[in-house]
């Protein structure tokens, strides 16, 4: 039986710490995800139903969700696993971005979504898929509780996620679902923090490991990767 007390890791893409829209994104969701203690008082903090669930997994985009490690792998397997899958890859570009509303909730997307997002997304599910634990039954049942296609059912049993290949969607969240009535005035909100950094030409230059100590922890950076160079840049735990 899975231990569910064990920690969860996740593969993300997230923008470095003092980037602006880091800065921004952690003032916003009131965390920054780089740092375990640090809490930083922001728009979207003190509002149920703003930003609880970003807030908690941290600013980011997802390239492989969270899983727990397979029995015979470790934490230090799957970063040097990290580092030389970094050192031999590209970066990936993302372009411009826009506030989006995607199920009820807003986040950042790209202008023009590439094909090559897709393919590189792809790309990381399926090379670290190996560190990955069978889902539990009770995660696997809550899962399936949403309305998912075959697709997606098929997608969540092999991969642990219903929204890889040709159903990943990249996207930074900014807020938990909002209620139509009260949509246009978040999106006001919205504009007035995040406008200032969307006309920058992003990529993926960077793989973050995450990792959620045990279930009702924050997720937080482990370490994070530079693609094309082998090295860790940050190290937050």
Partial sequence: MQDLSAPRFAIYYTPPQDHPLT???????????????????????????ITSDPRRYGFHATLKAPFRLKEGTSVE???????????TISVCPIGHLRID???????????????????????VVETFDRFRAPMDADDLKRRMSHQLDDVETTNLVTSGYPYVRDRFRFHMTLTDRVPEEQRAGMRDRLDAVFQPYL?????????????????????????????????ALKLAV
Avoid: M
């Fill in 199 to 231: 006309s920058e030409d992003y990529h993926i230059d960077t793989l973050s490991l995450f990792v959620q100590e045990h279930r009702s922890a924050d997720f937080v950076v482990r370490s994070q990767f530079a693609l094309k160079t082998g090295s």
């Fill in 101 to 123: 509303l995607i199920g009820g909730f807003f986040a950042l997307v790209p202008v023009h979504p590439l094909p090559t997002l897709r393919g590189f997304a792809s790309r």
């Fill in 77 to 87: 397997a799957l970063e040097r696993a990290l580092r030389g899958f970094a050192a």
């Fill in 23 to 49: 800065v921004a994104a952690s003032k916003w969701l009131g965390r920054d995800a780089f740092a375990r203690e640090n809490v930083v008082v922001g728009a979207g903090v003190g509002e149920p139903g």
